[in-house]
């Protein structure tokens, strides 16, 4: 059997259609996680399975919801090229429907805090990735170094709420210009969340259509004002805990 890591179509395909063996419950999840086995007559790889049932209720997001918020999170930085997000599928599995996503080797001890100056570029990009998905959780330790050397990041599914929530270790940024070609990708987004399109079409199955509505307003405050948000007024700004 070989491991899957590339391309996103093909650990896609397995992921979707393979076999889901669990090994186990990865202890450190708020929400029930399982590390498992996705196989097929030639293939296999790990991957983290949350299904939705296991979800912990939150006040503020609709329960049962999660996974499907993680699967939104995936498109999004497909369609916008970055940053780093492990290939994503809503599937079947054995406790029901969830999301699976393929798990990522990763430099242990090596997050946020201890690569941000090194992979500065990265750590923009993932910023603004998560004002895009209005990231209500991203803690330092949400930010792998894969053993492939590329700056990964997981844990989507408190995202796309139709208010402002952005809280983030990640205000490196805040009020700086957004570069241009980075500003090129967001317009480009913005213009594929139309009826017909097959992205939207794709984020409709996943979210309500305020919040799509409130990601297209998103798109339209970023790119208006063409600088990176503040933490908002009303919201605590960093999660706890910060890794």
């Not at 996974?67 to 994503?88: C, D, F, I, K, Q």
Request: aromatic share 10%.
């Amino acid at each position: 059997m070989s491991l899957v890591i590339s391309p996103d179509d093909d650990a896609i395909a397995l992921l979707t259609n393979g076999t889901i063996e669990v090994e186990g419950l990865v202890p450190w999840g708020s929400n029930y996680t399982f590390l498992v086995t996705v196989r097929d007559a030639t293939r296999a790889t790990l991957a983290i399975y949350k299904p939705s049932r296991g979800e912990r209720p939150l006040w503020d997001f609709p329960t049962g919801t999660l996974a499907y918020r993680e699967v939104a999170a995936y498109l999004v930085s497909r369609a916008l090229g970055w940053p780093h997000v492990p290939p994503t599928v809503l599937r079947d599995g054995p406790e029901g429907i969830g999301m699976v996503q393929l798990f990522i080797e990763f430099v242990d001890e090596q997050h946020f805090f201890t690569l941000r100056h090194k992979h500065r570029d990265e750590m923009q990009r993932i910023a603004l990735f998560d004002a895009v998905i209005n990231n209500t959780d991203r803690k330092g330790g949400h930010v792998l170094l894969g053993t492939d050397g590329k700056i990964w990041c997981i844990d989507h599914g408190v995202t796309f709420h139709e208010h402002y929530k952005l809280r983030t270790v990640i205000w490196d940024f805040m009020r700086q210009p957004i570069p241009a070609p980075l500003l090129d990708d967001l317009a480009a987004l913005r213009a594929r969340l139309v009826r017909g399109n097959a992205l939207f079409d794709s984020l409709r199955a996943l979210l309500s259509p305020r919040e799509i509505r409130a990601l297209r307003a998103r798109l339209d405050d970023l790119l208006a004002r063409g600088t990176f948000p503040e933490p908002p007024e009303d919201w605590p700004p960093v999660p706890y805990p910060p890794v």
